[in-house]
């Protein structure tokens, strides 16, 4: 009996929560139970045959693209991307890479991240938050979105939903499958044809302009989204980030707002992504 199938034999329960469909990818990890579903990928519980072997927690996930993205030639070179990215990156508040691979049988490429104990922000009733914990994930995020410009990536997809927020409190951010790199032509997807952006949270310029991409700028609008959300109890905007052009942000906006964090909000809102000042931004 060799080892995939006394891995199998001894864990009859995770068995029957394995994906058939998918089945063992490169004869060493499981997909379970599905987490989470969006447009471009899914996440499944993950089994690593080597960890259960030697009586290890596997405690990871396996991200596969959609089945709409797997369609595209160059699905694996835009899956590999999100992986070089994330392995650029060693924060305490996003996600870790683990493994990148490409089925021998199927040529599903993947992605296994670390498991996270947590909920979802977009999920976690706000009004039950305290404020301090919404001032920690405040400095936290701030934190995390200054190191990772200052890797010369651009996350692009800042919104409640790729963010988590674990035991402790501190959030996690992840998914960089639609993230730039300001150094190099990378592969990247046309996030707006399939649908991946939020208008919701997507900086004005990118929704005006087809031909615009995501910047520093834009992910600072973004994350000015979130927190306002965090801090107001409510989105921002009912539709898009579009009525900002005949609704500037003004002061009696933010009344939610922690009084030391207004002046930030309202430049970090800006309808011109110049008037965002990343130097400001960076100083809080």
């Known amino acids: 009996m060799n080892l995939i199938e006394e891995i199998t034999k001894n864990s009859i329960k995770k068995k029957e929560k394995i994906k058939k469909n998918k089945g063992v990818l490169n004869k060493r990890y499981f ?26 927690d596997s405690n990871i996930v396996i991200k596969i693209p ?13 899956t590999y991307a999100e992986y070089n990215f994330l392995r650029r990156l060693n924060h305490d508040n ?39 914990v919404k001032n920690q994930v405040f400095k936290s995020l701030h934190n995390t979105l200054k190191y990772v410009h200052s890797k010369n990536i651009i996350h692009a997809d ?21 993230s730039q790199s300001v150094e190099e032509e990378s592969f990247t997807l046309e996030y707006k044809k399939v649908k991946a952006f939020n208008p919701k949270y997507s900086a004005p310029e990118l929704i005006q302009d087809i031909e615009s991409k995501p910047t520093m700028y834009s992910d600072i ?3 000015a989204c979130v927190m306002y ?28 707002v922690p009084l030391s964090l207004k002046r930030w909000f309202k430049y970090a809102l800006n309808a011109i992504p110049e008037k965002r000042y990343l130097k400001r931004h960076y100083k809080i």
Not at 98 to 120: A, H, Q, S
């Open 31 to 56: 997909c379970a139970e599905e987490l989470a579903k969006g447009g471009l990928s899914t996440i499944y519980k993950g089994i690593d045959i080597y960890s259960e072997y030697f009586g290890k």
């Open 66 to 78: 959609s089945d709409e993205l797997l369609k595209k030639d160059d699905i694996c070179a835009f």
């Open 94 to 132: 996003i996600v870790k890479v683990l493994d990148f691979g490409i089925d021998r049988k199927t040529d599903i490429p993947y992605l296994v991240l670390e498991y996270i104990n947590g909920m979802l922000l977009s999920e976690i009733p706000l009004e039950r938050m305290s404020l301090s």
């Open 158 to 178: 800042i919104t409640p939903i790729n963010i988590i927020l674990n035991d402790a409190n501190s959030p996690i951010i992840f998914d960089f499958g639609i």
């Open 221 to 223: 609008f973004s994350f």
């Open 229 to 256: 959300e965090l801090y107001s109890n409510k989105q921002l905007f009912k539709e898009s980030s579009l009525e900002l052009l005949e609704n500037p942000i003004k002061m009696r906006d933010l009344s939610q």
